[in-house]
Structures are given as structure tokens and as C-alpha cells.
């Protein structure tokens, strides 16, 4: 019954410690902590230029001249397009990386526990000091109903209809009407309905990235990270309620 | 205690029947010379060397990943050497020195209070009752001191001064500040230490790892240790190894008492199956007790855990007046209470030393004072402490042990005391070394708890783990350096027909355990031994008592061998199989236990017997009798061991009574 | 108590397990979570069947064998405390308990709950020591640690290698485990020489083992039997992006 195995001594057999070396992996960016480093840097970055669209598109709230004004400055300046590779490789990067990263996360625990602890809402799966939420889980669903939605969003308003101001009060005649363009669309409901559900989708991803990429960084110290962990997320709510309150905003206080 | 089959003890075995003891003058020793001081200066000198590029040639097998285990295989990695190590743990990190808390000795005298290594020696030898060897325990405290540089140079994080200087601190009653602590974890931070060293000679490639083996025979060829089998404990592979050396420092054995502080892994079995092969076993019976563990409560408990000892700096000790009182304590009047420690011992109170606590807490139980469900405990109460100097002192000196003590007994000891109960918690006994930590059989060496050298009747606290660091660190490997040069030993095939006959051994002792099909879990005869052992074989023996345990254990293995059940196949993991095996052992080993403890007729240390007394009830030695290591020889299960005395004699101190009226 | 037990058996690494329901009576609330399976093997053992294979050795919450996810919680509802720390008094009499190995592609199922965690041994003997040959230290005071270094080296080197925080991270990341260690050593002068290259090693290995990446989910902390702090993790980030700055291999 007992198998009887004829073992000498060398060379070593079999050892828990024989380090695999060659399966070390040697690029800093194929490293899980490169893979994350990457994903702060670029979802930093697009934050950077959220926040920067944000208060361009707060204008609709001056009015039509504004906008259109600068709407028209930025369609002509020089540097739109390398700034839009830029962002597009930013972009394309985070959402390579966040795919990688989700694949190779989810393949380190191939099988779930039958019994998760269930707790959607509020803080932490695992009680204090966890900072598990329904954001942090669900970063991978909440980035790529981003994705779908910037390429909606992109076809919509960059390569949507091309309205000419033509009215001196909303601008330099001829130049794109961003304001109409911008009124018209969320006067649909279906598109209203769309961003709403959007936008709070991506501050649901900000809820929890901004303070990950952070400390994805390796910033983090008991002195200031409750503070960073807080304005992180008050960030993320700001940031979602002003995006919001533009559709809103036309839908049921312009039209 | 009555052994549940209720078969009445035979008629007392006259002597004769129990052990023989071997005519011949046993000198083990290497000679030894000089002044103490510089003994080991000389039998390093008289070492022979091995060449560096021949190093890689000879394998040492080293068993056990504990701090002498870790350390000496990590060491002679360092040096070149082909190492095999192997444990029972899924990691060589979780041996059981990893629970040791309280710190180790070292004679730095950094607190410049007086302290040296002399004073260290004669702490350790007067404290073990002058039942070590002068030479080995010198040797000790030398080189605690380079433990120390060692240790901080493998970035164990002791605690500091904020001027960033190593902090001291007195423990157990010593005169001196000459314990270095990290928290209270100073033993994982040791051993996660040479367990770093060790892995960093696996990745070196001198080191290879066998975590998740126990060792089941030590194999010899030509009267020279050459091997072990083990059995892989995932597969249930048994395998094979040969090597030029083989090291055991596979821990202590007080697991045969059932219940003890020791980890649930820590077994007799690697040194009682090197026994059976001609290794002597030393002074057996030396066992030490600790007296502040949380009690048991019941018969399901697995192991019992330890408090410092500090506690009794602010606790008072008591037990109801009378027998059979169940008030609950709050209610028992002071005039009913009985401080005994204080009563018997008013100089030193309840700061009587381990072993003198922890008799006379079994006495008061005995008498049927004791206290709790089982009546197996005793109070340990702060309630002056908190009135005299306030709560929050008690909580900022013993905060994190009253919160063990609640996660435990659910019980809060600010309101209502403590109970205690001794455990068992070392053991000085083990394989027979000499100065070398050579055993009798050569090329096996001994280190650590494993072996018996130099504590005595009774350890100090802090400094096992200065011996087994000193043991793997400093001293094996030289003198196995010295081993390999000088017995060069041949290369070995494990085809050789040793290992086949040791394989087939083992093979059979597993099937045979598996197909006896009884009736009774091996943890239910665990059980049942050590309540025989705590009983007889415990804090307190008598001849009556010792007779009886020996009649006992013989039936009790004999019953084993046909009542056990032990489910399951050997071919995979199979934990019940192991500890089955390991039960095997003890139940021969206890009786080893046990005679050892009748044959000594004195006290000493740890070993009350109480035909020895003095008039106050204190332990009594007889120097002119007993003043000797007793070494035995395996005769055969059942059959009458032979015993070697090694003389211990004392050029340098001079043995003392000692006396905490 | 009377309590019902769903555990998770598994024959061996490549056989598919399942939860099985197991009934216990008598248990006492002074028992441990161990004690109670002891209980329940005892039983087992007894009916002729194959106890429950599980991990532990110390028993007191310092060695770092045992390990049971419970109530999908790994070390069970209470913290700080280790597997074999937990006692039956938190629970309930007529609750039903879920028993659970540690789950991550890195730690295979050996059988039932036993699982291997030879990869932390691994990432360790990767670069997880100072390299000191014995006999070449210096006298332990020739160099002064600060004493608030040496705390902050001890909060890391605190951990026992459990894995609880890859057993509860939805990626199994190591980084708590690793971090601790890194944290460790480079919080002292003599850890110093080897930070870059025991991090970008440690790292490497790690990431072969196949653990996953750090989402900053914080659970680790929050299980971890001796309370290892996120702070760990950022340092491993920090000593990593220096050791690959530095060139170490
Ligand atoms: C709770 C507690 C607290 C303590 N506190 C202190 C203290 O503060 N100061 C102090 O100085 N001492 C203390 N001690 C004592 C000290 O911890 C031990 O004596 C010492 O650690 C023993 O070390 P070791 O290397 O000899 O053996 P261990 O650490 O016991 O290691 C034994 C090794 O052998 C292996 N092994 C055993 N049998 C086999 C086998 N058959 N096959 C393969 N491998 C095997 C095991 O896997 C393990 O790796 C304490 C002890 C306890 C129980
Ligand atoms: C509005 C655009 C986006 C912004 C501002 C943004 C920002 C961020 C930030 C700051 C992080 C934290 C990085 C870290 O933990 O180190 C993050 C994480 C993440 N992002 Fe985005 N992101 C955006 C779009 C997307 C898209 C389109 C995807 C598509 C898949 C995505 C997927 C993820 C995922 C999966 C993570 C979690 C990574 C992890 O598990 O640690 N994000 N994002
Ligand atoms: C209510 C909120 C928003 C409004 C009103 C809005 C409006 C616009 C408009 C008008 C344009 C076209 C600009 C042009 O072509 O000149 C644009 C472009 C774009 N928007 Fe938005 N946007 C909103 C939210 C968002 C969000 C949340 C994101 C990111 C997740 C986003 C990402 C982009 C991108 C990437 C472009 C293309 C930029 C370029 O190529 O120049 N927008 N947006
Ligand atoms: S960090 Fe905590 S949970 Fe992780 S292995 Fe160490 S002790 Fe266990
Ligand atoms: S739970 Fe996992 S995601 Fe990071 S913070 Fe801990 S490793
Ligand atoms: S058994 Fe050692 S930590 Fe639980």
C-alpha cells in the first residue's frame, strides 16, 4: 500500500524553496506593481482632464457666447490634436492595463468562496480599517461602461452634428454651436437618462481611484491618509454632481 | 487518576526488573583543559577543518527548522556544505520556537549592573541544580553573547532605548537586566531570523528544504548515523536519505503529558526512534512546570497556553479555606480565603520560584481546594493591586495578557481573579550529547531542546533559546566540521540494505497501525497518558506513584496496539495516521519517563520526589548519590533499560541548597 | 451548543470538492474553533470515516499554520485573532457555519482545508534576509537603531505568514505578506544595503507565483491576524520603483 520511493540525495530533488528564477519576471511595466503604477499615472491623468472639461463645460452655464467662445478656441488651437493623441493614448493605455490586470486578478483566485461575506453598501467587506466598497469592486463594470460611454459620447458631441452659430448673441457667427449642439442632445430623455446613469457610474469609479492611485503610488501615511481618503471621495461626489448637473440642468431647468 | 479499563496495578516490580545499570565507568567526555574560560578555546583549536572546496561533498541532514535546527543548517550552508533540511511544518518558519515570548539571556551587561559570563554560568547552573556540566554551561554563557550580534545583525528588531541602544530587562527572578526581548514575540523574531538565514542558503543553493516530512527512523551503517527515513506527510511517500551527518534538533518532548504550552506538532518520536537505534537518552525525567497557565476546562481542550510570569508580581494567590467551597469569589470572605504562598513563604510570597508555585498549587487542589469547574485551579487575584495603585496601572503593565485571558475564558480579571494552573513547558531531558553535541552514536548530533546538555534539573527562563541558538550558531558547526574531517565518512547509496530494512520497519508500523480497527481514537489514549503521567510522572513523585505508572503504561500500549482506530489511507494526508504514530512512541517513552523518575531518590529541580525533602517540605538533593547524568540505554519495548552514569563533577563551583523561606 | 457545520472537502489537488453538512452536539463555549473539529473528528474518526484535514500547530495564534475561511471571513468574525485564537463563544447555539480553505491559484488545496503556501517561502528566499554570514557581525550596539525605527521594524516583522490576506484579497495579492517583510527590514540600518534588490526580487517572485496585483481594497489589514498595515503595502510600491530605478536585479 505505501509507495516506496528510492530517493539519494543529490542532486536536491524537490524543494519548497527551489526558486523558479528564471520565471522572474524582469520589465518594471509586466510587474503587478508596475501594471499599477501605470493605471494611477493615466487615470490620474484623465482625471486631470476631466476636471479640465468639466469647467469648459460648465460655460453652458454663462451662456451660449462662452461656450461657443471657447469651444471655438480650443477646435482651432494648434495643439488640439497632439494633446488629443496624448489623451487618447492615456486612455488607451488605462483601459489595456486595466484589462490586463483584471485578467491576471481574477485568474490569481480562480475559484470564489461559497460563502462571500455580503455586504454591498457601506464600509468594508472585512469590517474596520478594510476600505472595500461597491466602487472598489466593481472598478472593472464601472470603467467599461466608460469606455462604452466616451465612445458614445465621443460620436455624439465631437463627431456629432455640426450646428453653425447664427445668432451674434451665441458667438462668432459660423463657428460650431456647442450650445445648441450640447441643449439638443440632453433635451432627449433617453440621453439624459443615458448620462445620469453614466456619470454616476464614473463617480463611482473616481469613489474609489482616486485615493487607490494614490497609494498605487506609494503615497500613504497614518497622518495623512483618513484625510486623502476623504477628500479622494468628496472629489469623486463633486465631480459626478457637476457633470450631472449639466443634463439635468437642461432637461428640466433650460428646455 | 485510574486508568479506565480498571485493571489493578500488579504487584510492585522489584528493582531489578526496571533498569540495569552498567558496571562499567562511563567517561564519555573528550578531555577538556584549562580554566574554564578557555575550554573551548582549546577544543576549537583541537578541531579539525574541512577545505572549503570539499565542503560541498558531504550532506548533512539536519531535522528540524527550529532555532537550533534553522540556525545550524543555515550556518553550515554558509560554509559550503550540502545541506537537507527537514520539518514537520508546512514551513520551516512555524517551528514551535516561534512561541516562545519572553526573551533571551545574554551576559552583554550592557545596564553595567554587575552582570558577566561568569555570573551568567553560575545563574544557569545553581538555577538547573547543579545537575549540568560545568564545561558545557560556561561554554553557554560565552557565547550568548555573540547570539546577540548575530541576531541584530540579521535585523531581529529587539527592543531599544531611545538613545538606540539595545534595551534589557530582569526576568525571572534574576539579579540582572540581562534579557533582550522584541515585544512579546522574541521568539518568532529569533527564529524568523535564522529561518531568512536559512532561506537565503536555499536560494543560494547549499540549503534544500523538506518542509512537511516527519522523520521515522534514523538509519545507521557500521555503528555511524548515515540516514533518516521519513514519510512525505502529503503523499505518504516514505523516503530515504543519506547524508555524511545527520542533526537532530527536533524540540522538546513534554507533548507526552497531552496537555502543554508545547505546539500541537511537537512530538518524541524523531529522538525515541534515534533512541531504539543506540542513541542515549538523558535524565528523562526532568521536566519543568510553569505555574501560571490558563487552567483546563474540559476534555476537549488541545493544549494549554501560557502567561507571564510577571503576573505574579501584582497577583495574590489564593485558594478557598475549605474544600469543596463553591461560592463564587467575590463572595468568599477574606477570613475564608487561604493565601497560601504567602502564608508558607513570607519572605518571597507569591514570587516563589516556578517550580515551588506550581507544587504547592497542586497540593491545594489536591486537598480539594481548588477552584473553577474542574477544581484544577487556583486564583490569581489583582483586586489589592487595582485598589492600590488604580486600574489603569494594572492595564498598562498587563493590558494584552488579561486580554488573552478574556478571549480565552471569557472571563474579565479586572472584576473577578484569574485561575491558573501549572503546565507542562519544557523539558531538560533528551538525547544523551557530549561536549561536541555528538550522541552516542557517532555522527549524529543533538541540538537544541532535543538534547539534554545544559540546564540541568531546571532551566532558567530566557535561555533555551540562548542554548539552541548557541547550539546551531556557534557550536555544531565546528565540531561537525571536526566530525567529517576526521571520521570522513564514505558515500552512501540509499539503496544500501539498511535503509531497505529501516523502510520496510516503517512500512509495517504504518499498516499495522491502520489495520488494527479499534475502538478508540489515538487522541483518547493520548489523553488517557497523560493523565497518568501528569499525575505520577508530574510536579510531585513517589515511589508508590511512579510503580503504579509504570505498571499502568505497559497495558496501556498493549492496548493501543489493539483498541486504536486510525481511519484513512497512508498514501495522502492523513494527520490522524501521524499522531497515531507519535502516541506509539510516547506510550514506550513514558515508561523510559518514568523510570528515570524512580530510579533518581532525590529532589532536584524540577524533579520533587517526596521521599526527598527537607523539614520545610523544600526540594532535597544527594549530591554524594546522585551528582550524576543518567544516561539510558535502549534495551528493547517492555524490556529493562540499561543506565550509564556520566559523573558530573564540580572543579570550578561549589553545589549549594537553596532554601525561599 | 448544537451547531451545524458546512465544510469544504477535498480529496486531493486535481478532485473536485464540495461543502458537506456535518452536525455537532455538546460543543462548550470554552472550546476553540479547533477544539470543536477536533470534536468533530474524534466523531469521525470513530464512525470508521476520514477526519477533516486541517493545519495547525501552535495554537496560539503565532505560528501561522492554521487557517480556515469562516463565514466567508478568513480567520473567522473577530480581529486580531487567529484561526486557532477564535473560541466557540462567539457563536451561536442552532447557527450554521461555513468552513472554507484559504482560495488562491498561489496556495493549491492539498486536501480538505489544508493548503500549500510553499510560495511565500519562496518570495522569501528570494531576498527576504540581510546577508550575514555568522561569525562577520559587529557588536550588536556598534550600530544604534532609533528606537522609533526598531518599533515600526517590529510592527511589520509581526506577521506569521498565515495568508489570510491573500485568502481574503479578491485579487490573492501578496503585498501585505511582502510589504511586511520589506517594511522590516528596511526600517532598519542593517536591512539597508539589500533594499533594492531584495525588493525587486521579492516582487519578481512574488508575481511569478502567480499572486495578484494590490486594488487597495484594504480587507488584508482588516483580517490580518496581527493587524499588518496598508502603510506596508505603499512601502513595497516605494522600494520597488527605487530598487528598479536603482537597476537591481
Ligand atoms: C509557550 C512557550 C514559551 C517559551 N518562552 C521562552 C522564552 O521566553 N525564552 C526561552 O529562552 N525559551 C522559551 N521557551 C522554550 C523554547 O521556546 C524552546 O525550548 C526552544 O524554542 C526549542 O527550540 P528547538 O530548536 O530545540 O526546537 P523546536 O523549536 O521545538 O523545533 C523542533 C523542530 O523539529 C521538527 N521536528 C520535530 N519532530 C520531527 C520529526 N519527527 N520529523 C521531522 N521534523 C521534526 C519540527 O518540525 C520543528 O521544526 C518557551 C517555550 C514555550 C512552549
Ligand atoms: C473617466 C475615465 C477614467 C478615469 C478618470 C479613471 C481613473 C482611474 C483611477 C484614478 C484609477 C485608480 C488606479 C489605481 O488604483 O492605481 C482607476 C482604476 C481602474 N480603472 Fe479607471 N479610469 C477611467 C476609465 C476607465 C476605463 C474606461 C476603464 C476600462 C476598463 C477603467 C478601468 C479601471 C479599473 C479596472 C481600475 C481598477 C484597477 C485595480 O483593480 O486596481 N477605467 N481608474
Ligand atoms: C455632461 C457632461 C459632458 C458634456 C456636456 C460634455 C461635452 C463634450 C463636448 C461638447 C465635446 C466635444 C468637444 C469638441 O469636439 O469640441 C466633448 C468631447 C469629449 N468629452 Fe465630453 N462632455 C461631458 C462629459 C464627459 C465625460 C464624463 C467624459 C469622460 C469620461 C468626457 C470625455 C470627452 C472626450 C474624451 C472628448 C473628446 C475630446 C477631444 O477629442 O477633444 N466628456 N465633451
Ligand atoms: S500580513 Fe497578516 S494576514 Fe498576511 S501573512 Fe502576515 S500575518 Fe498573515
Ligand atoms: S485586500 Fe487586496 S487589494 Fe490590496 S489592500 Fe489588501 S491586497
Ligand atoms: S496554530 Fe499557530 S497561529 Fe494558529
Redo the contacts with the bound molecule.
Keep these: 500500500m505505501v509507495e516506496t520511493s528510492q530517493r539519494s540525495t543529490d542532486p536536491p530533488l524537490e524543494t519548497a524553496a527551489a526558486t523558479p528564477k528564471s520565471a522572474r519576471r524582469k520589465s518594471y511595466l509586466a510587474s503587478t506593481v508596475g501594471v499599477k503604477t501605470l493605471m494611477a499615472i493615466t487615470g490620474l491623468l484623465f482625471f486631470l482632464f476631466l476636471v479640465f472639461h468639466l469647467i469648459g463645460n460648465l460655460l453652458l452655464f454663462v451662456g451660449p457666447s462662452t461656450l461657443n467662445g471657447y469651444s471655438h478656441w480650443l477646435i482651432v488651437n494648434p495643439f488640439l490634436v497632439p494633446a488629443e493623441i496624448g489623451l487618447l493614448a492615456i486612455f488607451a493605455i488605462h483601459v489595456f492595463e486595466a484589462v490586463v490586470n483584471y485578467l491576471r486578478n481574477r485568474a490569481a483566485r480562480p475559484t470564489p468562496y461559497y460563502q462571500p461575506v455580503r455586504r454591498i453598501f457601506g464600509r468594508g467587506w472585512a469590517g474596520k480599517p478594510s476600505r472595500k466598497s461597491f466602487a472598489s469592486t466593481s472598478m472593472i463594470l464601472s470603467g467599461l461602461i466608460t469606455l462604452v460611454f466616451v465612445v458614445v459620447h465621443i460620436i455624439q458631441f465631437k463627431y456629432g452634428p455640426n450646428y453653425p452659430v447664427t445668432s451674434p448673441s451665441d458667438g462668432t457667427p459660423g463657428v460650431r454651436d456647442i450650445y445648441r449642439l450640447v441643449t439638443h442632445q440632453f433635451s432627449s430623455t433617453w440621453i439624459m437618462l443615458f448620462y445620469v446613469f453614466c456619470l454616476t457610474v464614473i463617480g463611482i469609479h473616481l469613489w474609489h481611484g482616486l485615493t487607490s492611485a494614490l497609494n498605487s503610488l506609494g503615497v500613504d501615511s497614518p497622518r495623512y491618509t483618513p484625510a486623502l481618503l476623504k477628500t479622494g471621495r468628496v472629489i469623486a461626489v463633486i465631480m459626478a454632481a457637476a457633470f450631472l448637473s449639466l443634463p439635468l440642468w437642461v432637461y428640466f431647468v433650460w428646455s | 487518576m485510574v486508568l479506565q479499563t480498571g485493571v489493578l496495578a500488579p504487584e510492585r516490580p522489584v528493582e531489578q526488573d526496571i533498569y540495569r545499570v552498567a558496571d562499567n565507568d562511563w567517561r564519555p567526555q573528550p578531555p577538556l583543559k584549562g580554566p574554564l574560560a578557555d575550554q573551548w578555546d582549546h577544543r576549537k583549536d583541537e578541531y579539525k577543518l574541512v577545505a572549503p572546496n570539499n565542503r560541498r561533498k558531504h550532506t548533512v541532514i539536519v531535522?528540524?527548522?527550529?532555532?537550533?535546527?534553522?540556525s545550524v543548517a543555515a550556518s553550515l550552508g554558509e560554509l559550503g556544505y550540502n545541506v537537507l533540511s527537514?520539518?514537520?511544518?508546512d514551513s520551516?518558519r512555524?517551528?514551535?520556537?516561534?512561541?516562545?515570548?519572553?526573551?533571551?539571556?545574554a551576559a552583554k551587561n550592557y545596564p553595567n549592573d554587575g552582570d558577566s559570563v561568569w555570573r551568567l554560568f553560575y545563574d544557569t547552573i545553581k538555577g538547573g541544580d547543579y545537575r549540568s556540566r560545568e564545561s558545557n554551561t560556561y561554554r553557554l554563557a560565552q557565547l550568548s553573547v555573540n547570539i546577540i550580534d548575530q541576531a541584530v545583525a540579521q535585523g531581529v528588531p529587539f527592543e531599544r532605548e531611545y538613545g538606540g541602544l539595545l534595551a534589557n530587562r530582569s526576568?525571572g527572578g534574576a539579579q540582572v537586566s540581562r534579557t533582550f526581548y522584541a515585544r512579546g514575540q522574541?521568539?518568532q523574531q529569533l527564529?524568523l531570523g535564522a529561518y531568512q538565514s536559512l532561506m537565503r542558503q536555499v536560494d543560494a543553493g547549499t540549503v534544500t528544504t523538506f518542509p512537511r516530512?516527519?522523520?521515522?527512523d534514523l538509519i545507521t551503517i557500521d555503528g555511524r548515523a548515515r540516514g533518516i527515513v521519513?514519510r512525505h506527510l502529503i503523499t505518504g511517500a516514505i523516503e530515504r536519505y543519506a547524508a555524511d551527518v545527520v542533526v537532530l534538533?527536533?524540540?522538546?518532548y513534554?507533548n507526552v503529558f497531552y496537555l502543554?504550552?508545547?505546539?500541537v506538532?511537537?512530538?518524541a518520536?524523531?529522538a525515541w526512534?534515534a533512541h531504539k537505534r543506540g542513541a542515549f537518552f538523558a535524565n528523562p525525567a526532568y521536566t519543568q512546570i510553569h505555574p501560571t497557565c490558563i487552567p483546563v476546562t474540559g476534555d476537549h481542550q488541545s493544549k494549554l497556553?501560557?502567561m507571564s510570569e510577571s503576573l505574579r508580581n501584582n497577583g495574590r494567590i489564593w485558594v478557598p479555606k475549605k474544600a469543596g467551597d463553591r461560592r463564587p469569589p467575590n463572595q468568599i470572605p477574606v477570613e475564608d480565603r487561604d493565601y497560601y504562598l504567602e502564608r508558607k513563604y513570607p519572605s518571597f510570597g507569591n514570587l516563589v520560584p516556578r517550580d515551588v508555585a506550581s507544587r504547592n498549587a497542586k497540593q491545594v487542589c489536591d486537598e480539594g481546594r481548588g477552584v473553577g469547574e474542574s477544581g484544577l485551579a487556583v486564583y490569581l487575584d489583582f483586586h489589592d493591586a487595582i485598589e492600590r495603585r488604580g486600574k489603569e496601572y494594572i492595564r498598562s503593565e498587563y493590558g494584552n495578557l488579561f486580554e488573552m485571558y478574556e478571549r480565552i475564558t471569557g472571563e474579565d480579571a479586572y472584576e473577578t481573579p484569574m485561575r491558573i494552573y501549572p503546565a507542562i513547558?519544557?523539558t531538560m531531558g533528551g538525547l544523551w550529547v557530549d561536549y561536541d553535541l555528538q550522541s552516542t552514536i557517532p555522527g549524529l548530533f543533538v541540538?537544541?531542546?532535543?538534547n539534554f546538555s545544559d540546564h540541568g534539573a531546571n532551566?532558567l527562563?530566557?535561555?533555551?533559546?540562548?542554548?539552541?541558538l548557541a547550539d546551531?550558531y556557534f557550536v555544531a558547526p565546528y565540531s561537525i566540521a571536526n566530525y567529517i574531517a576526521s571520521a570522513a565518512p564514505e558515500p552512501i547509496s540509499t539503496a544500501h540494505e539498511a535503509f531497505s530494512e529501516s523502510v520496510y520497519e516503517v512500512q509495517a508500523r504504518i499498516n499495522a497501525l491502520l489495520s488494527v480497527n479499534g475502538h478508540r481514537t489515538p487522541r483518547d489514549f493520548h489523553r488517557q497518558l497523560g493523565h497518568l503521567l501528569w499525575d505520577e510522572v508530574g510536579m510531585s513523585r513517589n515511589d508508590a506513584g511512579l510503580r503504579h505508572a509504570l505498571a499502568c503504561i505497559p497495558q496501556l500500549r498493549e492496548e493501543f496496539w489493539k483498541d486504536v482506530m486510525v481511519p484513512g489511507t497512508p498514501d495522502n494526508k492523513n494527520y490522524n495516521l501521524e499522531y497515531a504514530g507519535r502516541v506509539a512512541d510516547y506510550l514506550e517513552f513514558a515508561e523510559l519517563m518514568a523510570i528515570d523518575a524512580l530510579h533518581r531518590t532525590e529532589s532536584c529541580g524540577c524533579h520533587f520526589r517526596e521521599e526527598s525533602q527537607t523539614p520545610d517540605g523544600e526540594a532535597l538533593r544527594i549530591d554524594d548519590e546522585f551528582s550524576y547524568v543518567a544516561a539510558w540505554k535502549f534495551a528493547g519495548v517492555g524490556a529493562q533499560p540499561l543506565l550509564y552514569k556520566e559523573p558530573l563533577e564540580f572543579a570550578f563551583v561549589h553545589p549549594s541548597q537553596r532554601s525561599y523561606k | 451548543m448544537r451547531l451545524t457545520l458546512l465544510i469544504w472537502r477535498q480529496q486531493g489537488p486535481d478532485v473536485p470538492g464540495k461543502m458537506v453538512e456535518y452536525e455537532v452536539n455538546d460543543i462548550s463555549p470554552d472550546m476553540s474553533f479547533l477544539e470543536m473539529l477536533d470534536v468533530l473528528n474524534e466523531q469521525l474518526i470513530l464512525s470508521g470515516s476520514d477526519p477533516i484535514a486541517f493545519d495547525s500547530d501552535c495554537r496560539?495564534g503565532i505560528c501561522g499554520m492554521c487557517g480556515l475561511v469562516i463565514n466567508g471571513r478568513p480567520h473567522g468574525p473577530n480581529r486580531f485573532t487567529a484561526t486557532c485564537q477564535l473560541h466557540m463563544r462567539f457563536f451561536n447555539d442552532g447557527d450554521t457555519i461555513t468552513i472554507e480553505p484559504w482560495r488562491a491559484r498561489a496556495f493549491p488545496i492539498i486536501k480538505d482545508l489544508t493548503v500549500d503556501r510553499s510560495a511565500f517561502d519562496r518570495i522569501m528566499a528570494a531576498g527576504g534576509y540581510v546577508s550575514s554570514n555568522v561569525g562577520a557581525a559587529p557588536e550588536a550596539n556598534s550600530i544604534l537603531v532609533p528606537r522609533q525605527a526598531a518599533d515600526s521594524a517590529m510592527d511589520s516583522a509581526a506577521c506569521i505568514g498565515c495568508g489570510a490576506c491573500v485568502a481574503t484579497c479578491k485579487n490573492a495579492s501578496a503585498v501585505l505578506f511582502v510589504g511586511a517583510k520589506l517594511t522590516h527590514l528596511a526600517d532598519l540600518p542593517q536591512g539597508d544595503p539589500e533594499r533594492a534588490r531584495r525588493a525587486v526580487r521579492m516582487v519578481a517572485q512574488m508575481d511569478a507565483e502567480g499572486f495578484g496585483s494590490c486594488s487597495n481594497e484594504g480587507e488584508c489589514q482588516a483580517v490580518c491576524p496581527k493587524g499588518i498595515d496598508l502603510l506596508n503595502i505603499a512601502t513595497l510600491r516605494r522600494e520597488f520603483n527605487r530598487g528598479v530605478k536603482m537597476g537591481a536585479k
Excluded at chain 2, 516530512?213 to 521515522?216: A, I
Design positions: 531535522v528540524g527548522t527550529g532555532l537550533a535546527g534553522a527537514f520539518c514537520i511544518q520551516p512555524r517551528a514551535h520556537s516561534i512561541a516562545a515570548q519572553g526573551g533571551i539571556n526576568f522574541t521568539g527564529l516530512r516527519e522523520m521515522l521519513v534538533a527536533t524540540g522538546g513534554g502543554s504550552t508545547n505546539a506538532n511537537s512530538n518520536s524523531a526512534r497556553t501560557l513547558h519544557y541540538l537544541g531542546e532535543a532551566r527562563g530566557a535561555s533555551a533559546l540562548m542554548q539552541a546551531g | 496560539e
